[in-house]
């Protein structure tokens, strides 16, 4: 992401320099530091969120593997920023888990995720996981030159590889390359794959809670998540993720918010990719969409929430093409669950977002929101529309648990 430095130009000799003058130049200068980082302002919501607990990928692995840092561009991002873990107490029938985008975590869409907590009565998990080292655009860009030297046929597959990489461990991104021999994206172990950190995570909360029963969202290995009880959110890259995972998994609920954006350029007209396959999830799983109307991938989200619908005729919107929030004060549940959603609202003047219009649906600073004079923030998603796409997934049932599992204690 490419920002602008500055360095604001205030003289203090005025003899009408105040206070709060003094305290917007500490602001831009704040400011200034951060841009300079090239990174969001994170965990504008986080102080709100109750029963918060923040947990490293590091304190969770189950066998002492490394966690890595991931490098995106010039840019390199700690691959141990903290889980997000909201954690209500007692036992549960599901959980929700949130997955960011490319160069994101949880601290980063802390108001959404203040938001989940406080809609929904069960858990929430937000990962820290090892995201694809590209982002949706660039991959897609990718797979399509693979075309002169091996066919449609690879570019078609190298879409479905890149999920798999990253939910599954994979080194396809870095075994192919682009012309400049750079790899596509970074190589992924399975034990930093997206289901490895999840399991992980739900081993710890196990052996920190047992009488919780989060063994109740492991499969019989101890390791591998329970789909079924799982409700799958993702911004991005994530909601890519999301949309795989209920494709090929029988989850309990999915929320796409700005994705998928996978996208098979120039592919000739009916050429088909892995969403147009049959869906893994049974019929009653819902699924909920969001995205910012002017985005630059608009139009290709909306043709993919097209292709899901037509893939999988169970889907329970009654229309694929996505309808307006207007202001996002009114929307229902019930719009959520009839058709995707888009917000034509402005990203707010506080976004350091390289893509503005992209993060301003999911990313803290990017929000739109209202401040009252003493400071008091509103963001206008916490109002109905993050509620109504949060809700409408997650009206699935989830099947009576089997018999009592032994679960693989964490070295």
Known sequence: QQRERFTPQISTNCPHYTASKMKLLFGLSALTLMLAKADNTQDLCTDGIANLEEIMPSETVTDGHAIPDITVGSETYSGDHPHFVVNPGGKHEKIIVYIPGTTDRPSLSSCLI?????????????????????????RNGKCAGLVAAEGLSEQVNCLTEQHVDAIDGGDYGATHFKADGAAFWDEILPVNSLTRRLGDLLIFLNDSYPDQKWSNFLQEDMLTPAWEKIIFSGHSQGSGHVAYLAQTKN????????GPQDECIDCPEGTTFWIDDEYASSPDTPY????????????VMSDNWMRMKTANADINWVSP????????????????????????VDFAATSTCGGKLHCSVAIDDSVPHIKTTDDETFYLYEATVWPSILTAASGKKVAKQGKAKKLRKRN
Do not use: R
């Not at 909920?288 to 608009?298: I, N, R």
């Open 114 to 138: 203040k938001s989940m907590s406080e809609t929904l009565s069960f858990p929430v998990l937000a990962l820290s996981y090892q995201y694809l080292s590209s982002g949706d655009k660039f």
């Open 251 to 258: 989850i309990n609920g999915a929320v796409m918010i700005s």
């Open 288 to 299: 909920t969409a969001l995205a910012q109307g002017s985005e630059p991938l608009f139009d």
């Open 321 to 344: 093409v996505a309808q307006s929030t207007g202001f996002g004060l009114k929307t229902t549940k019930e719009d959520a669950y009839e058709t995707p959603l888009f917000t034509d």
